[in-house]
Structure formats: C-alpha cells, structure tokens
C-alpha cells in the first residue's frame, strides 16, 4: 500500500463514532500501532513513586501492550530523552506471562551508581508481525534495559526496545482477534485471515479493519488467496457512524468493477466487520450505492460463500473398519467394491460433496491409491509406495462440480497431488513441499476445506503451510509450527472449522487439543473416559469430533465436554473421517 492511500486509511480511524462488540475470546495484532496511538489522549496515571529497577522494568513491560496515545502508558516508565525518542517498530514479541527481571551480573556493568542493567527473561511465544499476523516461534527471550536514577530520585529505562514485547494476558487484554475474509483463488468461498487489530480506542475498531483489507492478506496467505478489492481501491473521507445508526464504508477507486465482483467486495467487508460491530454497513461507492439497489448490509444479508467448503447434512461420515468402509452413522457397509472387502483398505477420503471416495490399499507388499465414484468400483491410480498418508479432497473447483484433486504424501517426502485426466483417468504431480520437508518426515495432510491452507503433523509437531498455486506449480508456503514446546506426539489433525484445527497426541495430559491456526494458544479436551493413546481423530463444521483409541470411538462437541461412546464403533482399530 503506498504511503498516500495508507494515510488515507488511517485517517478514516481518528473520527470513526460507532457501537463494537469485542468477542470474549479477545486474542491480539496492532494495526499501524504507532498511528493508531494518536486517536485518544487520555489521563495517564504515572508509576508509583519510589519503585525499585526490578519493578520498574516488570511494569514498562507489562504497559507496552497498551498502544493508546502512541504507548503513552510505557513511555511513563521512560526517562525524558528515551519518551521523546522512542519510536517502537511495528513488529512485537509476545512472551509468557510467567517472565524475570533480575539484575545484569559481570564485568560490562556501568560504573556510574545511579545506573544499573535488569534484565527481562521469558519464553517468547511469538510475534506480532507488522501484517498484524501472529507468527508462532517459541523461544528464549532476553531483553537487556539500563535503568538510570532521575534527579527526582525515580529509576526510569533509558534504552527502550526497538520492538516491544509485552506479555501474553496484557496482549490478550488489549487486542481484538479478527478474522479479515478473502476469496480462494479459483473459488468464491471465503476464506479467514486471522488478525489483530488494537481493543482501544473501541470506536475506531470498524475503521481499522477495513484499514486491513484495503492493505490485502497476511504475508502467509499471499498467492493462496485473492481479493476482489482492486489496488487503488481506497476510503473517501471517514469511517463514521450516520445518524440513522449505519457504520457508513465510503469506498473509492471501486466503481468500474462489475456487479458480481462489487458483491464480493460486499460480503467480504460485511463478514470481516461482524466481529467489531453490531451496526447495520452502508457500502458506497463514490457517493453512491457500492451495489445498486443495496445500500445498507447485514451479515444475515450476504449470501453463503462457504458451500463448497462444507460437508452438506446428507454426509454423515464413514469409517474404515478391518480394511472394509463402513457409515459413520449406522456402522452398515458402504455399497460398492470400498464396502465389501475387495481392497484391503488402509485409510480413505470422501470427497466433500460425497460422491467419490478415494484409498489406501495394501496390495503385494505395497500401498496404492484407488479413486472411483461412491458406491461403484474404484480405479487403480499409478502411485504406489512404502506408505501413502491418507487421502485429502481439494474443494470442488471444475465447473460440473465434480472433485477433481486428491492430495498424498508418499513415503513421508513426497507430496502428489493427483488430478483427474480428460478422458476420466487419474495422474500424479509433485507438490513443492521444500520448505515443509526441512522440519522432517511428513506423517499426516489434511487440505483446509477451503483449499488455502494444509495442516501437517510433521516428526510429532502439528504445522500449518499455505497452498499457492501458480500456472506451473503448486506449493505449501510459510509453514508454521504450532505450539513448539508445549505440543509434540501429534499423530492426526483434522479442520474443525476454516481457522482451528483439532489433533490427536500420544501425550496423556492431552491426548485431544484444539489449536487455531495461527498458534497463539491451545485448549486441551477433557481426557475422561478416554484410554490414550489416540490415534485418529476427524472433525467438520456443525459436526461432532470423533476420536478413536484402544476402546474405540468416542464423541464430543466442546472442550469442556465428557467423550461419549459412538454407538458403532464395532469395538475394533476404527479410522474415521468425515468428507474433504
């Protein structure tokens, strides 16, 4: 975004009145933080007199997480020189919030006694990037802060960081998760970016989430999705609230787009602004209705853009059961070839419409792929190896709707996407998985039934890698370990929704996790009536998680949940899975 247009954005933040909702689960990044902090300049209440270095570094850390009036709060705990001076980068470190601040030890020390070095110790859980992205990286954090004794007799930092790091509850605290909509790349279905824009000042929270779409997706998501709001496209004016009560969006530079694309810009600010406000979003286009005959928005307005991505209520799931498919909802056979026993099935994927299914076979000492309408004979495809990972379904993209991509990983190094020829057949290409391959062996992928992302188990530890697609080639870009440290055995992964997933370890403490996508935290299932380990676990939209370990299957909807049995479970090794 050039400097003109950005300003132009950020100035649309500064006189935004409107009414904003800030989700429960409020979880963080700042946008253009150092700007943003300019909105409001409230009475801030300055240290408490007389603290010590310790406390007084503790307490600038903890007030770096609040970006109002240009980090007005932390720049209390600042001597005059390093408060005027002070212009923190756009990046920031989160860390536990279990840190220590001790005093430097060794010979580089300051003679003069009215200095001293504390250092800040931590875990660095990862970063703000300046996308407004949360990027996981598990670290050791150390940040050195020489504090100096004032002539008032007050200890005060001298040498802020250039990045400001804040810990995780006081992020959490300050800053609003919003999922910011863009488009699949050959598909109309919406796909979320997750991002985190500053809680306060609360009303210009609309402002500065249309500030990130007109900005475009996150670095991960670059070449994985697209977006229908065109580069010059800007905001004429403010974002206000009418006093009618709208949100009022006056866009520029949008105006020679065709009707179908103007609709898509719609639903695409609409569903990203639902997390902030309540209000009802008057879309203009240079004065005039964005959309002709269709002022004033609500999400209940915008049609469905997920179809294609969501298993329909006529798919309940299936399982693999003793090398034979079988229906996730009464245990019966599945008709066909899959059902009977003709293959030794290993593992299986239904399409997400249902009507195909893809397998893993066991024949002469070797895994094979079988792809093959539902309930018919299932066609041999010339991809073999030691081990084949379970099959994943790219969403439907061909224009009579039928799915026409299979993913595998072969021999945990080689990634083939298989593609349906013309004459009906199935052919085999490599998938660039370079950047995936350096972390190790890949055990388990599971497409995002949005097609942009996959989810990896990789050496035991649960990855998220974009999926860019160019005219010659595919690949899984910036990938991304969730939850280094604190989540390792994983052994299955499956989408709970477009932005979290659920993974099923070998760890006893907690054998079943949710994890969003960008790894900022992690929720463990209750582990009751469960036998770890797990070692399968499936999951969908608006659907029940299944799990299956040593005593079959079991079911649940939440976290906080008690597994239930499946009632068909057949008390035998059980693999399920639901369609994608």
Known sequence: MSRPRLLAVLASALLLVGCATVPEESQPVAVQQQELGQIANPDVQQPPRDIDPLTVARDFVQASAQPVSNNAAARTYLDDAAAKAWQPGKVMNVIDDQFNTVYAVGSDLPANPTEVVVVVRGTNLGMLGADSSFIPSRTSYELRLLVRKQSDGQWRVTNPPANIVMPYSAFTANYVRVPVYFFAQDSNTIVPDLRYVAGKPQLGLPARVVSLLLSGPSDQLVGAVRSPLPEDANIEGNVTTTPDGALMVPLTGVGDQTPEVKKLIAAQIVLSLQAVTTNRVRLLSDGNALVDGHEDWLPSDVPSYTSLASPGADQPGLMVVNGRVRSLADGSAVPGSAGQGVYQVVSAAQSIDGRQLAIV?????????????????????????????????????????????????????????????????????????????????????????DGARAALVVNGQLLVASVVRTQDAVTLRSPRILQTGTLSGVVDVDWLSQDSLVAATTMPSQPVVKVPIDGLRMDTFNSSNLTPPVYAITAAPGRPIVVADAGGLWTASDVGEVWRPHPHSLGAKVSPFYPG
């Open 361 to 449: 076979e066991n024949a002469n000492g070797r895994q094979q792929l079988r792809i093959g309408a539902f309930g018919s004979a299932a066609q041999q495809v010339n991809l073999f190896g030691g081990t084949l990972t379970r099959p994943t379904w790219r969403p439907t993209a061909t224009a009579d709707g039928t799915a026409g991509e299979v993913w595998t990983v072969v021999d945990g190094s080689s990634v083939v996407r298989v593609l349906r020829t013309s004459d009906g057949g199935w052919t085999g290409q490599a998938v660039n998985a370079e950047e995936v391959l350096t972390v190790g062996p890949i055990s388990v992928l599971r497409l995002s039934r």
